[in-house]
T-cell receptor, first 114, second 112 residues
Framework: DTGVSQNPRHKITKRGQNVTFRCDPI?????LYWYRQTLGQGPEFLTY????????KSRLLSDRFSAERPKGSFSTLEIQRTEQGDSAMYLC????????????FGPGTRLTVL | QKEVEQDPGPLSVPEGAIVSLNCTYS??????FMWYRQYSRKGPELLMY????GNKEDGRFTAQVDKSSKYISLFIRDSQPSDSATYLC????????????FGQGTELSVKP
């Protein structure tokens, strides 16, 4: 399967702990996006990369959130000092640079903060 | 007011019905319009992609964009129980690098 993959699929953590999620995009896609989706809502944009460069970050991405894509392939999203409000589905998507509106999503990582 | 408004439903129809799903938006800079289907606890799946105004058809699905009214629609013909899912509209502008703005999603149930 050459789609977008995300790990882990589920994560349960206690408030105050740090968590890290991984996204592996479609191999030829040089753009990678992170979105957050809460129950009953559409995904909200968090940040995106072109190759290894992080080009935009949403105001939703507080200082506790950091994303990296060190070699322009997979990406990680880290949340430090998790809060209950961070509980959500974290979605990763990828696209070709010249077709950036055609984004293909992974299955998501569901985070529950207790 | 949200940039993209979508009735959350739920919408329940009998198998074989024609389904109409809609979104309105406020940002006149939006040029790209997408429809995604999302099954429960899965990631969104791209269904249709339209640039600017007009219609696009793909099998049982037809997407329409009316930029003058800031209104987009997705029609599903001969709906099937397997179409039961949440349908999300998404939009973006030329200068936003692919940042998609999503509607809330409409939950659709097609009854056999």
């Amino acid at each position: 399967d050459t789609g977008v993959s995300q790990n882990p699929r589920h994560k349960i953590t206690k408030r105050g702990q740090n968590v890290t999620f991984r996204c592996d995009p479609i191999s030829e896609h040089n753009r990678l996006y992170w979105y957050r989706q809460t129950l009953g809502q559409g995904p909200e944009f968090l940040t995106y990369f072109q190759n290894e460069a992080q080009l935009e970050k949403s105001r939703l991405l507080s200082d506790r959130f950091s994303a990296e894509r060190p070699k322009g392939s997979f990406s990680t999203l880290e949340i430090q000092r998790t809060e209950q409000g961070d509980s959500a589905m974290y979605l990763c998507a990828s696209s070709l640079e010249n077709r950036y509106n055609e984004q293909f999503f992974g299955p998501g990582t569901r985070l529950t903060v207790l | 007011q949200k940039e993209v408004e979508q009735d959350p439903g739920p919408l329940s129809v009998p198998e074989g019905a024609i389904v109409s799903l809609n979104c309105t938006y406020s940002n006149s800079a939006f040029q790209y319009f997408m429809w995604y289907r999302q099954y429960s606890r899965k990631g969104p799946e791209l269904l249709m992609y339209t640039y600017s105004s007009g219609n696009k058809e793909d099998g049982r699905f037809t997407a329409q964009v009316d930029k003058s009214s800031k209104y987009i629609s997705l029609f599903i013909r001969d709906s099937q129980p397997s179409d039961s899912a949440t349908y999300l509209c998404a939009m973006s502008a030329n200068n936003q690098g692919g940042k998609l703005i999503f509607g809330q999603g409409t939950e659709l149930s097609v009854k056999p």
